[in-house]
């Protein structure tokens, strides 16, 4: 299970406060003498394994989650529906809910004696494995499309990532990663493996959060949707607590990804069984949708039974209206949003115009802008 790595370089991180996201709120690590304090403690082996682990928790306590759950009162008058609030996930170190899982998989790594984290990315996911493998003291190796041009990547370097270019889309790539993973032993981060209960639970902590603010669930809570694996996470999280009598309702899901380019979206229109894969020729990346789109969504079919179990529903968003909404969350409420993330809120008010929806509480969740 462990992989020595003799080059001690690839835990390297940048002594100053790291700018971990152009544009967003996301705070950073303010508190980076501590976290270094702390770091030194992960990573120390004549220090207790227990001590270690501890460290670690601590970061993440203070550093993972607890977003900001902010109503936006000026939308609210814009579009005619009362009580939206907007869970931002910019507030994490890199900028997304990505942070989430990656801290909870390195967490994992550190439990069972890994040193080496896998995974493939297009941008946020691997800047948040980086930071997490940074401070954990684990080799992180990330493998990237050759064709995907992604500014994140020096971020990813910065924190001592080592990146490996292999042919073929993401999808592709995913896959390619999960098999050296299993043939070298690494630990497996990649979405649809066998840590999928881990990222599940790690997303779940939204809904308590959002449970911790409102201390009841919402009406609605909508998400952008790519794997899946976020939206399936949110539904984990409020299931538990209803069964555990903690919210008087479930929530109903709403998913919005890019026009015609997401599996869960297509299978929920056309009413399909199963999440199907699309076919990949078909599908035209741009700036404003590479976030969204899949011809396979790893975890699809989980966030299908959450928005058909929970009387939700899905939408198509178009680049135009990611872009709009994006600039209407900067101009009415002053928060700078990846436009992609605002399709589970076009998928909301697209539902608003059809059929007014009956003023309760909506919860939209967003991350920060890249």
């Not at 003799?6 to 003498?33: C, H, M, R, W």
């Not at 603010?213 to 996470?233: C, F, H, M, Q, Y």
């Not at 297509?266 to 078909?282: G, R, T």
């Not at 697209?350 to 991350?367: A, C, G, M, P, W």
Request: aromatic share 8%; glycine share 8%.
């Amino acid at each position: 299970m462990n992989n020595t790595n003799d080059d001690q370089n690839v835990f390297t991180t940048t002594e100053k406060p790291y700018d971990l996201i152009d544009g967003a709120s996301a705070p950073g690590f303010e508190l980076a003498v501590d976290v270094e304090r702390l770091k030194k403690i992960i990573r120390d082996p004549d220090i207790s394994f227990e001590e270690r682990i501890e460290a670690f928790e601590d970061v993440i306590d203070s550093e993972v989650g607890d977003t900001t759950l902010y109503r936006a009162r000026n939308i609210e008058r814009e579009i005619g529906l009362r009580q939206i609030y907007l869970k931002f996930e910019g507030g994490n170190p890199t900028g997304t809910q990505k942070d989430r899982i990656a801290f909870a998989q390195a967490k994992d790594a550190l439990r069972r004696g890994y040193d080496t984290m896998m995974l493939a990315t297009c941008g946020n996911y691997g800047v948040a494995c980086a930071l997490a493998a940074s401070i954990a003291g684990l080799r992180c190796i990330i493998h990237v499309p050759e064709t995907y041009h992604t500014r994140r990547i020096k971020e990813m370097t910065d924190l001592g990532a080592e990146i490996v270019r292999v042919p073929g889309d993401y999808e592709t790539s995913v896959g390619f990663s999960s098999e050296i993973a299993k043939e070298k032993e690494y630990y497996d981060a990649n979405p649809g493996g066998d840590n999928i209960t881990i990222q599940l639970t790690a997303y779940g902590e939204i809904a308590y959060e959002i449970y911790d603010e409102l201390r009841d669930s919402p009406k609605i809570v909508a998400a952008p949707v790519s794997n899946g694996t976020l939206l399936a996470g949110l539904y984990k999280g409020f299931i538990s607590l209803y069964r555990r009598g903690k919210t008087s309702r479930m929530p109903m899901f709403v998913a919005g990804s890019s026009f015609k380019k997401n599996p869960i979206i297509q299978a929920f229109v056309l009413n399909k069984k199963n999440c199907e894969d699309l076919s990949p020729e078909k599908i035209k990346e741009s700036k404003i949708n590479e976030p969204l789109i899949n011809w396979h969504s790893i975890d699809g079919d989980f966030a299908l039974d959450a928005i058909r179990k929970s009387r939700g529903w899905a939408s198509n968003a178009t680049d135009k209206e990611m872009l709009n909404y994006s600039k209407m969350i900067r101009d009415k409420e002053g928060m700078s949003v990846l436009p992609a993330s605002t399709a589970g809120l076009i998928a909301l008010i697209n539902q608003h115009k059809k059929e007014l929806i009956s003023n309760d509480r909506f919860v939209v969740v967003l991350t920060g802008r890249k």
